[in-house]
């Protein structure tokens, strides 16, 4: 099945925040971004003020509101800081609201257009899950900085820590709905499942979730949509709900070409991640096979390794990035496969269910 509309990369994943001016900084300085635009008082929105975050092809813009009844403020109190708008750079922004809301999707924001002495930019947005928008941007015709009323910044460049592009980004949805969002994305946008997990296969003694990753016709926009299982104690996707108050987005992975100086260069600037137990490492390579990076420095860092017929893959997760234990990240560095970890779900698993312990919320 090809997707009805064709979808060119991730355009950016915009935050909403309480303070943007802090969370720009913290996305600098903690993980390597640079600030190239911004939006705000002195460009003459009145409303809210938003900073362009990018790293290697990723984008992020964090936005806040400038007054309590804003929409962005109302989504701060409920989710706290969180991701609120999933863009896609399409050819033809019209094209895919029409295509998409014609099959089902409820619209949230009609086909729109701004220019300035740059161009014109277009857009449009779907509704998916809990309160996040699905936008559709339309950039060909575009040349500025990021948008209309967006001004370029001079700001020092980011360190950098190796980030190159936007692997997949995670939703957790309420205990059965991974179905109805798994079809709503193939009915809607023509998606594929590209695999399927069962409880069976993401589970420890205590709790367990279930997970269909949906990808386009191309398999650069991949959507993992999890939800808990029925288990002894509460899962991590039951507590995710319970915080994020709704459905929401779980993680992004971000790609990089070397994991290990990644890591590392987070690690120096303050970035916590999961603790995997030392015995993880021990029969690392019978499991699956040899790999190029040295088993000593893994370890070191808690990097972890999967394999599938076509080549291997080693990922990390940091901690939640905020004080409610919602929205975390996954660095992960792909040789061949193009699975998702499957044969570390039990180690992360058990990792996550001790920061729960700790929470009190397991």
Request: proline letters at 4%; charged letters at 25%.
């Amino acid at each position: 099945m090809n997707s009805f509309f064709p979808i060119q990369r991730f355009d950016h994943l915009e935050f909403y925040v309480g303070n943007a001016r802090q969370a720009a900084l913290f996305y600098s300085q903690a993980f390597g971004f640079t600030n190239t635009a911004y939006r705000g008082l002195e460009t003459g929105d009145r409303k809210t003020a938003s900073y362009v975050m990018e790293q290697g092809e990723i984008r992020f813009v964090l936005s806040s509101g400038l007054n309590p009844n804003h929409p962005i403020c109302k989504s701060v109190l409920q989710h706290g800081d969180s991701i609120a708008v999933i863009a896609l750079e399409v050819p033809n922004a019209a094209s895919a609201y029409q295509e998409s809301t014609a099959r089902g999707a409820v619209g949230a924001i009609p086909p729109t257009e701004e220019k300035d002495e740059y161009g014109i930019i277009r857009y449009a947005a779907i509704h998916i899950y809990g309160d996040i928008l699905l936008k559709f941007v339309e950039r060909s015709h575009y040349t500025g900085v990021f948008a209309p009323s967006f001004q370029p910044r001079n700001s020092a460049k980011g360190k950098g820590v190796g980030l190159t592009n936007i692997d997949h980004v995670v939703g957790n949805v309420e205990l059965g709905g991974m179905e109805r969002w798994a079809k709503f994305f193939a009915d809607t946008m023509g998606f594929e499942l590209l695999v399927h997990f069962d409880d069976q296969t993401i589970s420890t003694e205590y709790s367990a979730l279930m997970s269909k990753v949906m990808q386009d016709s191309t398999g650069k926009i991949k959507l993992p949509i999890n939800e808990p299982a029925q288990g002894q104690r509460k899962s991590q996707i039951e507590e995710y709900l319970e915080y994020n108050q709704g459905l929401g987005i779980q993680h992004v992975a971000c790609a990089t070409s070397n994991i290990i100086e990644t890591v590392s260069r987070l690690r120096a600037s303050g970035v916590e991640f999961l603790k995997v137990p030392t015995n993880y490492y021990e029969n690392i390579e019978e499991r699956v096979g040899k790999i190029e990076e040295p088993l000593d420095k893994l370890a070191e860092l808690g990097i972890l390794v999967d394999c599938d017929r076509d080549g291997y893959l080693l990922q990390i997760f940091t901690q939640p990035v905020e004080d409610r234990p919602t929205l975390f990240f996954e660095v992960i560095e792909r040789h061949g496969c193009q699975g998702f970890g499957e044969g570390n779900f039990k180690a992360l698993f058990e990792a996550i269910e001790r920061e729960q312990a700790r929470r009190g919320n397991l």
